[in-house]
């Protein structure tokens, strides 16, 4: 169970939104917000090996994927338990209501290791696919973005629209990394959120190359946001 609550810890968790070919789990691997400690919940398997070097794993850093919940739970708390850094992968072969079962069992399990002295960094990688409100996420997906934060784990919630996502995720994060939107009910949203102009959001999809990615990356406060590019 999750012990040591620490008030004190800072709240970094980041939601990375845009639209598919946007660069969103790019900024993941190269923003370098993700720390030492990582376990990724990756159905997709978008953080395996590449032949491209910034794209491989973790933005270079390899990461070990388990496609079964005993393989994966066994390997991560050997990790988890040795102190040192690593980087594993829960990626299920699992669609629709299955996906969201294991996603909670991954939540589960995270949450049960986490722990107030020591940071714990997720990624939920295409958080749209498994959860099922865009109101009050009542899960342990929520408890770890309401609470999460005084036990020590950062969230990473990356997604394509905002509208799919429970308001819980978005609300409880205080970085937003913003590539381009498919749509404009999304960048309202996201207008709304940065304190940024639409136009900013729609130059966004103006400016990406296929090699370079452009994103509004917005820290905490009001108005603290700016626009940063990723090459790779």
Same mark, same amino acid.
């Given at each position: 169970?999750?012990?040591? &609550? !620490?008030?004190? $810890?800072?709240?970094? #968790?980041?939601?990375?939104?845009?639209?598919?070919? /946007?660069?969103?789990?790019? /900024?993941?691997?190269? %923003?370098?917000?993700?720390?030492? !400690?990582? @376990?990724?919940?990756? &159905?997709?398997?978008?953080?395996?090996?590449?032949?491209?070097?910034?794209?491989?794993?973790?933005?270079?850093?390899?990461?070990? #994927?388990?496609?079964?919940? !005993?393989?994966?739970?066994?390997?991560? *708390?050997?990790?988890?338990?040795?102190?040192?850094?690593? /980087?594993?992968?829960?990626? &299920?072969?699992?669609?629709?209501?299955?996906?969201?079962?294991?996603?909670?069992?991954?939540?589960?399990?995270?949450?049960? @290791?986490?722990?107030?002295?020591?940071?714990?960094?997720?990624?939920?990688?295409?958080?749209?696919?498994?959860?099922?409100?865009?109101?009050?996420?009542?899960? *342990?997906?929520?408890?770890?973005?309401?609470?999460?934060?005084? %036990?020590? $784990?950062?969230? #990473?919630?990356?997604?394509?629209?905002?509208?799919?996502?429970?308001?819980?995720?978005? @609300?409880? /994060?205080?970085?937003?990394?913003?590539?381009?939107?498919?749509?404009?009910?999304? @960048?309202?949203?996201?207008?709304?959120?940065?304190?940024?102009?639409?136009?900013?959001?729609?130059?966004?999809?103006?400016?990406?190359?296929?090699?370079?990615?452009?994103?509004?990356?917005?820290?905490?406060?009001?108005?603290?946001?700016?626009?940063?590019?990723?090459? %790779?």
């Amino acid at each position: 169970m999750a012990i040591n &609550p !620490n008030n004190s $810890l800072d709240n970094n #968790h980041t939601c990375y939104c845009g639209a598919s070919g /946007a660069g969103k789990t790019v /900024a993941v691997k190269r %923003f370098g917000l993700v720390g030492r !400690n990582a @376990a990724l919940f990756d &159905p997709y398997g978008d953080y395996r090996a590449s032949r491209v070097r910034k794209l491989s794993g973790l933005g270079g850093r390899p990461v070990h #994927h388990y496609k079964t919940r !005993n393989g994966f739970k066994k390997a991560f *708390i050997a990790a988890w338990s040795s102190g040192r850094s690593f /980087a594993v992968a829960y990626q &299920p072969d699992a669609k629709g209501d299955a996906l969201r079962v294991e996603a909670l069992w991954f939540g589960k399990l995270m949450w049960a @290791a986490s722990d107030g002295n020591r940071r714990l960094d997720l990624v939920f990688e295409e958080t749209g696919k498994y959860t099922d409100t865009t109101g009050a996420e009542r899960s *342990i997906l929520g408890e770890i973005a309401s609470g999460g934060r005084k %036990f020590g $784990l950062v969230a #990473h919630w990356v997604f394509q629209r905002p509208s799919e996502v429970p308001k819980t995720l978005i @609300a409880n /994060a205080t970085r937003y990394v913003v590539g381009e939107q498919q749509a404009m009910l999304d @960048a309202r949203r996201w207008q709304a959120e940065l304190d940024c102009s639409i136009d900013e959001i729609v130059e966004l999809g103006q400016l990406n190359k296929k090699r370079t990615k452009y994103f509004l990356d917005k820290t905490k406060g009001i108005g603290n946001y700016k626009k940063v590019s990723v090459s %790779f």
